[in-house]
């Protein structure tokens, strides 16, 4: 099933030929979960609002599959793709939570901005650009006083780069040889705001030398790159040797949230980046023929139809509760 | 009977609210590994106003950590830790400085229990000295705890004595909530009896700390002493102030304060911060929408900070908040039926 130089590629880093199939699916997964949350929300569906990572799944595959089970996670606004590629994610339970209901992680007090599963070490997306960063501190904290071997990763854009608290953060991680790895997902806009517009250097990663730690560019639509750089940047957090940060460049498809024109970019940079797609690359990379690769797709596409099922005959939250979760 | 405790010869050990402080982190931190320090210059320089001297000889620079200027990172760094299973202690410098850690105190350490569905706990703890009355101008002397009473998720503390601000401490460590631990820079070198054993005092405890039958005067932290010593001076003159200190401004125990008004029939509050949008409407509307309303005899009074920032001149600062002699002469216009 596996052409031979990609069985070689997999090798070299250990990887089953069955585990870059489930790599391969995972990132099917969060495609056919956010297709389906953009086709519920035109359907009136699901309120509220939601932003999808179409076209950067190698990004959040290819960092969790370099991260242990218990390691940390905290995540972005755009982060359906990363909290389904944490271990022991359900779609069932995200799907639910999206829709607002009592069975979803979050009982339907988070959406799709706030999914978190604190049990399995996943801390939450977060709706404010760049509000995680200084949390990993903490995180990497607890980590190094505790004396584990645990690593966190704080995924942000190109957008939360430019907040002031990332520059506490990360100071502040280097400083304490925190093990975090800090990664930067560059889909070229924060909101309309160009990448080019908003840096005037040519890397994200151009940064951490300011900060005295190893920054890397990858290219974020190439799922075994994207591992490689995650796999060296955990390896160097849990020798103690501090945090890195990574640059992982790729591209959003779809518009920033729901109410998007995209008046910022034309239709040829869309398409030009369409071209680099990461779930057609890895599979082709495999040596996998076009209905083999469909057919993959399509279980994807059905477990996802099953977590809508499952939310649909999940309850609504009882109003009743409302008051319950603020305090302790 | 605490006054008894360590004190074999019964006199009465007395320490500064620093120095309580100081006792509730060492004797915490000595019993639980999760709690640690972190802010600016707490480690080796002990804190701006010296409340974490020595905790870094004696638990290391892993647990008394020092940052950079990140106000922000502070809070974040709490947060982060606290949502992990720790239970951080962060100080931030003077009150004023919270501006910078806004969004990670009230978007994220209040929010995230209730985002995350009940399943997560953010058990920290801020530290923070407030007020005016040092001649540190506008940006160090500010009073700003009804901000943090506006966001549900976190919890408020402001101790007025020694005595309070050790057990109060204690229990906001071991509360598993956020709690914004207000320290009135004027009360830091004020004496109070502490006994030298761990004791708590619960959060959302609202303490009666003089008793009297004329007016109910709500104050918080230093002004809940101005308001003793204005009751002294009008007990002279015979008339009797019920002081309350509601300790946890948020969740706020109001039945002690209703139950006052409807003995004394009056009620007063008094409140260092600015007197609009300030704590003491809330008392007010509390008191107004409860079965004390049908009591009441008079208008119920604000003694509060006026609305401008704390001017530096002496004189421009003293008269900028409530001292005592305001509160005496409000005091006795309201027993005195003259509003």
Known sequence: MVAAVALEELQKRGISAEQAHEMLLKMMLIRSFEEKAEELFALGRVHGTMHLSIGQEASAVGLSTALARNDYLLNTHRGHGHCLAWYGSSPDLMMAEFMGKETGYCRGRGGSMHIANVDTNNLG?????????????????TIKLRKTDQVAAAVFG????????????????????LPIIYFCENNQYAMSMAFKRAFNIEHVSDRASAYGIIGVTVDGNDLLAVYDVAVEAVARARRGEGPTLIESRTYRWKGHSKSDKQAYRTREEVKEWQEKEPIRRFATFLGMSDEEREALHAQARQRIEESVVFSENSPEPDVADIMEGVYA | MPEQNGHPNGAARELTVVEALREALNQIMAIDERVFVIGEDVGVYGGAFGVSAGLVQAYGADRVIDTPISEAGIAGACIGAALT??????????????????????????KIRFMFGGKATVPMVLRTPAGSGTGAAAQHSESLENWFVHVPGLKVVMP???????????????????????????????????PEEMYTIPLSKTNVARQGKHLTVIATSVMVQRALQAADILAGEGIELEVIDPRTLMPLDDAPIIESVIKTGK????????KTGGFGGEIVARIMESEAFGYLEAPVRRVAGLDIPIP????????????????????????????
């Open chain 2, 85 to 110: 299973g720790m239970r951080p202690v962060g100080e931030i410098q003077f009150m004023d400085f919270v501006t910078i850690s806004m969004e990670q105190l009230v978007l994220q350490a209040a």
């Open chain 2, 267 to 274: 009620a007063m509050v008094v409140h260092e911060a600015v």
């Open chain 2, 160 to 194: 007025s004595n020694a005595y309070d601000a050790k057990g109060l401490l204690l229990s906001a460590i071991q509360d598993d909530n956020p709690v914004i631990f207000v320290e009135h820079k004027l009360l830091y070198k004020t004496k109070a009896h502490v």
């Open chain 2, 312 to 339: 530096y001149n002496r004189t421009l600062e003293m008269n900028t908040v409530p001292q005592v002699q305001n509160i005496v002469d409000e005091a006795r216009k309201l027993v005195k039926g003259e509003y």
């Open chain 1, 125 to 141: 997306a977060n709706g404010i650009v760049g509000g995680g960063l200084p949390i990993s501190v903490g995180v990497g904290l």
């Open chain 1, 158 to 177: 190109d957008g939360g780069a430019n907040t002031g608290a990332f520059h506490e953060s990360v100071n502040m991680a280097s400083i304490w040889d």
